[in-house]
């Protein structure tokens, strides 16, 4: 089947898409169209054209594999009938969940407007302050006089303290006079030979040895399935590391990207249908099948573990789709 484009949704007042009514308008809502499907063969291929429109950005893979996975499972248990219902279920579904992203959409640039009202709220106040100083004589007076006064406190309390200064100088250098020690007829204390510096130890440099990290290939962040099943939301990307036995391993392994992408979404989709709760064990195992499959992809085989790791910092981002985990990401390779 060949790329669909994205249509023209209609949109609501807002200025975003009206979810419900691209799912339930009665003449060419989606939902709409899914009634009309007569066979389970048909019924496939008009979901598949609608989830195809649906997500269309390039991080929608995962999602794509795992609706395309969760539509074959309910095609499967139909027992040759046609699960209109169920299929209908799955796209309101979807209508919920992109209804909650308009609105969270919509939050954000409400957000946005009021902290823009405000700065141009306070810009405007100070350039009238400006103006209305230079406008009217009596406020630039008035500003003139108090400048003025606090000119001339700075330079009396210079004044002041110069002659205080001066003084106590005086007297310092009257105290530290040599005094006559003819009268008391006693010889002055015999000077002390000076203190010498201790003699430090050498220093001898002590050789550290080098820890060296694992050869670990880095990819693009995985976007995680949303909220479907019983799964409860948590992160929304991983980070794959793929460890190697050498640095001359990653060209090899790289070639690999597309099927590797491949096994992550369709392993990721198994995984998070069949769990309770999410939590790093789940992507373990997803990392263990993973490396598994690629080892049996490559010849020989390279592949030494995978980690799905949930990125710490939203800053650290591969600068490529696959290559050479560099320093800056040592802190997942421990």
């Known amino acids: 089947m060949g790329e669909t484009s994205k249509p023209a949704f209609p949109q609501t007042p807002d200025g975003v898409t009206d979810w419900e009514k691209v799912f339930e308008d009665p003449d060419q809502g989606l939902i709409t169209v899914i009634r ?26 995962l999602q794509v594999a795992q609706l395309t996975r969760q539509l074959d499972d309910l095609l499967a248990q139909s027992g040759g009938a046609v699960p209109t219902d169920a299929a209908i279920a799955m796209l309101r579904q979807i209508k919920v969940q992109r209804q909650e992203l308009a609105q969270a959409y919509l939050a954000d640039k409400k957000r946005k407007k009021r902290r823009k009202n405000r700065r141009a709220a306070g810009s405007t106040g100070t350039k009238n302050a400006i103006y209305l100083l230079f406008k009217n ?23 002041i303290g110069g002659a205080h200064t001066a003084e106590d100088i005086d007297h310092a250098a009257h105290s530290a006079a040599p005094q006559e020690d003819a009268e008391d007829g006693k010889d002055a204390p015999e000077a002390k030979p000076a203190q010498q510096d201790m003699p430090l130890p050498e220093f001898k440099a002590t050789k550290r040895e080098a820890t060296t990290a694992p050869a670990a290939i880095v990819l693009r962040h995985v976007t995680l399935p949303r909220s479907l099943g019983k799964w409860k939301r948590g992160p929304t990307h991983v980070m794959p590391f793929i460890f190697v036995r050498d640095e001359g391993d990653v060209a090899n392994v790289c070639r690999q990207l597309p099927h590797i992408l491949s096994t992550l979404n369709v392993e990721l989709s198994k995984a998070f249908q069949d769990i309770d709760v999410f939590d790093e064990q789940v992507l373990a195992g997803v990392a263990r099948r993973v490396g598994i499959i690629l080892n049996a992809r490559l010849d020989p085989p390279s592949v030494t573990g ?29």
């Open 36 to 61: 009309t499907a007569q066979t389970s063969d048909n019924l496939r291929a008009c979901m598949m054209i609608v989830i195809r429109q649906l997500f269309t950005r390039d991080n929608d893979e």
């Open 137 to 159: 004589p009596k406020y630039f007076i008035g500003l003139g006089l108090i400048l003025t006064v606090l000119l001339v406190g700075v330079i009396a309390a210079l004044v």
């Open 306 to 334: 995978v980690r799905l790791a949930i990125p710490m910092d939203s800053k650290d981002y591969p600068p490529a789709k696959c290559g050479l985990a560099s320093d800056a990401f040592a802190k997942y390779l421990k």
